[in-house]
Nanobody, 125 residues
Framework: QVQLVESGGGLVQAGGSLRLSCAASGRTFSMYYVGWFRQAPGKEREFVAAIRRWIIANTYYTASVKGRFTISRDNAKNTVYLQMNNLKPEDTAVYYC?????????????????WGQGTQVTVSS
């Protein structure tokens, strides 16, 4: 079992920044990818970013956040971060972190088997 707890969400004006944190506990050695997903009201949950947990920290982003969001990790703290800059109203959503032991798919919801409870990010115009 892996437990994930997100923090850092809040209300920010357009153009502002937030940093989300995802603290992991439990069988963290089984985590191959840690990903961030988001779900806006009335929309499906979507992939935002992912990072490989061990060795080389390969990172992946959905097109709409490239250049604005940065995912990073601190393995000593078992924590993954999502730095979000130049936020836009369309970034408003509940943000979830998730982990998977599946090395073949970093962006598919179905490949992730552990999820946090989510943290709300609201960007005002």
């Amino acid at each position: 079992q892996v437990q994930l707890v997100e923090s850092g969400g809040g209300l920010v004006q357009a153009g502002g920044s937030l940093r989300l944190s995802c603290a992991a506990s439990g069988r963290t050695f089984s985590m191959y990818y840690v990903g961030w997903f988001r779900q806006a009201p009335g929309k499906e949950r979507e992939f935002v970013a992912a990072i490989r947990r061990w060795i080389i920290a390969n990172t992946y982003y959905t097109a709409s956040v490239k250049g604005r969001f940065t995912i990073s990790r601190d393995n000593a703290k078992n924590t993954v971060y999502l730095q979000m800059n130049n936020l836009k109203p369309e970034d408003t959503a509940v943000y979830y972190c998730a982990s998977t032991a599946d090395s073949s798919d970093y962006s598919g919801l179905s490949s992730y088997n552990y999820w946090g409870q989510g943290t709300q990010v609201t960007v005002s115009s």
